[in-house]
Structures are given as structure tokens and as C-alpha cells.
């Protein structure tokens, strides 16, 4: 996948000069071995990259079967910062197993990323079918 990915870069690098990219990744895919494909997709016009952190709850992030853990996405972000890229991310302060002390990790995860604004607190949650979510939608 890494080499299609490199290669794709490549193409878009010496065919489409000036473009500008925005990809969504998972922050999972954004280790050190990922370093040459971001910066190979930043010579290509990559400007900016979303990634679904979804919560700072290392509780919510299993339930969520987010696959990673808050250090994890720290250190994605940390890469991402590193390379000059700018990120979005999706995060979700309340869910349905949202309880106190998952709202103090939440805020403290944002704290550590810098990124503790107020609409963060109230947004909406799309409940996508075949997720743990789905499965609790009728407790909501």
C-alpha cells in the first residue's frame, strides 16, 4: 500500500502541478514509517489531512474499537506538526458511555494538543450503521 501510495504521489507531483490535496487518514497510519509518504504527498500539494480521533477517553477509544490508544494519536499529531501539515480531527466529547472522568480525559486531551475550544464540547454524533453505536442507538 505504502509503494501504490508513493507512486500515486509521484503521478500527482509531475502531472498536476499546483494542485492542492486534502486526505482523511487514520491517525494509526501516521508513524515514522509514514514520514517519506508525507512528505512525498506534501511535495505533491497535500495541505491538509483529517483524522478521526474521536475521543481522549482511552475507555471511549475501546468501545469505539478505534484501534489505537491516546498516545497513539499524540504521536501522529506530534508527526503531522513535525512535517508542517495541517490537521482537522474529528472528536466527540459525549457518546452514549460517556461518564465524568471520560469528559476530564477528554479535556485534557485537547489541553495537550492544544485544541480546547468550546464547539468541540457540542456537536453532533453521526451514528454509523455496524458500529458499537449503532448497536446502542436505541438507548440514546
Known amino acids: 500500500m505504502m509503494e501504490r501510495n508513493m507512486r500515486l504521489a509521484k503521478m500527482i507531483e509531475e ?17 515514522e514509517r509514514a514520514r517519506a509518504l508525507l512528505q512525498s504527498l506534501k511535495r505533491a500539494g497535500l495541505k491538509e489531512i483529517y483524522v478521526g480521533l474521536e475521543a481522549g477517553s482511552e475507555k471511549i477509544l475501546r ?8 498516545e497513539q494519536a499524540l504521536n501522529g499529531l506530534r508527526i503531522l506538526e513535525e512535517e508542517g501539515l495541517f490537521y482537522e480531527f474529528g472528536f466527540m466529547m459525549f457518546t452514549p458511555w460517556t461518564e465524568e472522568a471520560d469528559i476530564d480525559d477528554n479535556i485534557a486531551f485537547l489541553k495537550q494538543i492544544g485544541f480546547l475550544d468550546l464547539h468541540l464540547l457540542f456537536r453532533q454524533m453521526d ?9 446502542n442507538s436505541g438507548e440514546l
Not at 15 to 27: K, S, T, Y
Not at 63 to 70: L, P, T, V
Open 63 to 70: 468501545i469505539m474499537r478505534k484501534g489505537f490508544r491516546e
Open 127 to 135: 451514528v454509523i450503521p455496524a458500529t458499537p453505536a449503532m448497536a
Open 15 to 31: 502531472n498536476v502541478p499546483d494542485v492542492e490535496l486534502v486526505v482523511e487518514g487514520r491517525v494509526i497510519d501516521i508513524q
